[in-house]
């Protein structure tokens, strides 16, 4: 099963070091093995909330989200996107800008370092609305009760998780956002630049969002009317089988799921070029990097991983949740990549041995 799950990553690896290796020598496989690690620890909360999401979904669409979703994620955020906003924010062509990324690689990184307050204003709200979405609702379990108890009840307040992201990306663009570093412009330039980005980061999250809740709140509805059929069904002998998301519902959840991980891939993207400032290094090993999460993605869902360690999934949404701060600091300050991606080992490695304690503690009461 594992080898099965992860065939695609291990012939992507293969071949990404080797082309590393063609590309630039042995110095650059080093490079290309070193940001695959970067991305595969920077995104394992990603792959957690992926499998959450990715279950809800018939096998067509999975395979989707690993076939098409994958060129999307690799060549979309992985190689397009750092050409995109270097463009945009340098306002020339995208050819230009691919030409200056292979020509004068200094330069391209110093553009995409002027970008990076609006990057991660998008970002770090984007993520930041997952994770109050998550610690505001009443769920059944709960990891960490003393504080997710008063929390649940605050989200019983309609509309508090945009109240509460509204006032973080003010206080971000007036303080982080009035005085990042910038070649040229004003304070009042970057603090609005930064204030735009993060409203465009709310206003995706939100329309993306609610296009899938409400798709999915069509298919909840269907299966309400088919549930007497499959009790029929199995009175009769035959098992129920759950329905999954398919057509419109799976369609929006797909898209949602993509624009969860170009949001995720915005550090790795970012840190990349602490490592490298050479676009094709940096396309192969983040590449391979985003395989590695996405086999990781389906494995966990065909494993039951989530509903055999409850706790994961809160580990995950917690780790977004520091991501997304860190993403809002880092428009002023420099944070290091290792302390971003140990804070998300560290949280999902708590909740996941509060899991195997939960389940002991259950297998010994009965």
């Not at 989707?64 to 060129?71: A, M, N, S």
């Not at 999307?72 to 924010?89: E, K, T, Y």
């Not at 509805?221 to 007497?228: F, L, P, V």
């Not at 360690?309 to 002023?332: F, K, M, P, R």
Request: glycine share 10%; with cysteine.
């Amino acid at each position: 099963m594992l080898v099965k799950t992860f065939r695609w990553a291990f012939a992507v690896t293969a071949l990404g070091l080797a082309a590393g290796v063609l590309y630039d020598g042995w110095t650059a496989l080093g490079i290309v093995a070193i940001l695959s690690v970067l991305e595969v620890s920077l995104s394992f909360d990603n792959a957690v909330i992926n499998a959450g999401i990715l279950k809800k979904m018939n096998a067509f669409w999975q395979r989707i989200f690993l076939t098409v979703g994958i060129v999307i994620a690799v060549f979309g955020m992985r190689l397009v996107f750092p050409v995109v906003i270097v463009a945009v924010s340098a306002r020339l062509s995208p050819w230009s800008a691919v030409h200056l990324a292979l020509t004068d690689k200094d330069r391209y990184q110093e553009l995409v370092t002027d970008a990076h307050p609006s990057i991660a204003a998008f970002g770090g709200m984007f993520l930041l609305m997952i994770f109050l979405d998550f610690v505001l609702e009443d769920r059944e379990i709960k990891w960490l009760g003393w504080l997710e108890r008063p929390l649940a009840k605050l989200g019983r307040i309609d509309m508090l998780s945009v109240c509460i992201a509204l006032i973080v990306l003010l206080v971000s663009a007036t303080t982080f956002g009035a005085h990042a570093h910038q070649h040229g412009g004003t304070h009042a330039d970057k603090a609005e630049t930064v204030l735009l980005a993060g409203v465009a980061g709310l206003i995706t999250y939100m329309v993306v969002g609610g296009l899938s809740g409400f798709f999915e709140q069509r298919l909840e509805d269907e299966e309400e009317r088919e549930q007497a059929a499959e009790e029929k069904a199995e009175r009769a002998g035959r098992p129920g089988s759950p329905v999954k998301l398919a057509g419109k519902a799976a369609f929006f959840m797909f898209l949602y799921l993509e624009v969860l991980d170009a949001s995720f891939s915005f550090d790795g993207v970012i840190g990349a070029f602490a490592i490298t400032n050479d676009i094709v290094l940096m396309a192969l090993g983040l590449g391979i990097g985003a395989m590695y999460v996405r086999s990781l993605t389906v494995y966990l869902v065909r494993q039951g991983t989530l509903d055999d360690y409850v706790y994961l999934e809160h580990g995950a949404h917690y780790a977004i949740g520091a991501l997304s701060l860190i993403l809002l600091v880092t428009i002023q300050y420099e944070i290091n990549e290792i302390v971003t991606g140990l804070v998300g080992v560290v949280l999902i490695g708590a909740s996941f041995w509060s899991s195997v304690r939960r389940n002991r503690a259950l297998s010994d009461a009965s």
